[in-house]
């Protein structure tokens, strides 16, 4: 999926997953610096889903699926 950000410049939108045991923020915030590992020109993120795993009534980890846009060069 393609989107214009305005000013002639094109983006590309890829979802991706990310997991943490501590919380929905730092699932985020792994996530993000993950894809800005592989993805240049990060420019933002939008949190698709969030969902928890839950064992013996309580919550031991947090899940995030974000659509992570980044701007294409060229």
Do not use: C, H
Request: net charge positive; glycine share 6%.
């Amino acid at each position: 999926m393609n989107q214009s950000t305005g000013g002639g410049s094109v983006a590309r939108v890829t979802e991706i997953a990310a997991r943490s045991e501590k919380s929905f923020d730092d699932a985020i915030q792994t996530a993000v610096q993950r894809a800005s590992q592989t993805l240049r020109n990060v420019s933002s993120a939008w949190v698709k889903e969030q969902k928890v795993e839950v064992s013996n009534g309580r919550v031991t980890a947090y899940q995030v699926n974000l659509l992570i846009t980044f701007v294409l060069e060229g």
